[in-house]
């Protein structure tokens, strides 16, 4: 059974930062795209960053361009997210996920076909 597990988030001032872990298991996705997405309440899930599958290309979403980063582990079937320069608009659930399908990074939800329960980042103004 394929799982992502999403960890470190919480509550953090604006201007802060957090680093956010997505530990996979059940198979391993050294070969396959993943990426980070978000949704607020009362809104869509939105995209946030995405990675190929060696690292060598990155994507990010606009809102976030300059201050967050990806980053993975194949060693360790790991994507990480470093969020700094929080701010308020940030806070929203985190949600890690993974393509079985394509190798490049990609910004569609329907790209992934495995995804993590979701984490809550919460930024305080």
């Known amino acids: 059974q394929v799982q992502l597990v999403e960890s470190g988030g919480g509550l953090v001032q604006a201007g802060g930062s957090l680093r956010l872990s997505c530990a996979a298991s059940?198979?391993?996705?050294?070969?396959?795209?993943m990426g980070w997405f978000r949704q607020a309440p009362g809104k869509e899930r939105e995209f946030v960053s995405t990675?190929?599958?060696?690292?060598?290309?990155?994507y990010y979403a606009d809102s976030v361009k300059g201050r967050f980063t990806i980053s993975r582990d194949n060693a360790k079937n790991t994507v990480y997210l470093q969020m700094n320069s929080l701010r308020p608009e940030d806070t929203a659930v985190y949600y890690c996920?993974?393509?079985?399908?394509?190798?490049?990074?990609?910004?569609?939800?329907?790209?992934?076909?495995?995804w993590g329960q979701g984490i809550q980042v919460t930024v305080s103004s």
């Open positions: 059940g198979r391993t996705f050294s070969n396959n795209a």
């Open positions: 990675i190929s599958w060696n690292g060598g290309s990155t």
């Open positions: 996920a993974a393509s079985s399908r394509y190798y490049w990074s990609d910004e569609r939800l329907d790209a992934y076909d495995y």
